[in-house]
Each structure stands twice: as C-alpha cells, then as structure tokens.
C-alpha cells in the first residue's frame, strides 16, 4: 500500500515537473507581418504585428481556448459517465 502511495506521489510530482517545463517552453511562428508564440501548454503568450504587441488579442484567444477547453471537458465527461466508470460522470 505504501509502494503504491509513493509511486502515486512520485508521478505526481513528475507530471508537474513536466507541465513546469512546458510552460517555459516557447514556441515561435511567423508568418508576413504577424509573430505568434505560444508555450508548450498550448497557450498564446505573445502577438505581435509588424514588432507591435497585441496583448488585448493575445488574452481574447487564451479565454477563448479555455472556454472550448472547458466544454470539451464536459462533453467527455457525460460520455464517460455513460460507461460506468467510477469516478468517471456524475
């Protein structure tokens, strides 16, 4: 029991090692006039326009992203809980 509560921990913290590390992860894209960069957690952490920051565009598509996020979340969530798996559904 406490083999399998350590490995529980262990992944644990691995997983958030790991989300850590894609968050400091940038990726960058050109393309003509527009630079886009986001990080490895799918999130857009920079536009800019000919040089310029676009940061009111930047947190529009972060709230937007999460948004779908959230409603793919519950859409999964009901089909899981149609299978009957514990913990899975309400």
Request: aromatic content about 2%; overall charge neutral; hydrophobic content about 40%.
């Amino acid at each position: 029991m406490m083999d399998d509560v350590k490995k529980m921990l262990a992944l644990q913290k691995k997983a958030k090692d790991i989300q850590e590390k894609l968050g400091n992860t940038h990726i960058e894209a050109d393309e003509g006039e527009f630079t886009v960069t986001i990080n490895g957690k799918q999130e857009v952490v920079d536009i800019k326009q000919n040089g310029q920051s676009m940061s009111g565009l930047v947190k529009a598509l972060n709230k937007a992203m999460k948004k779908s996020q959230e409603i793919a979340a519950h859409e999964m969530k009901e089909v899981m809980g149609g299978l009957g798996l514990p913990g899975m559904g309400s």
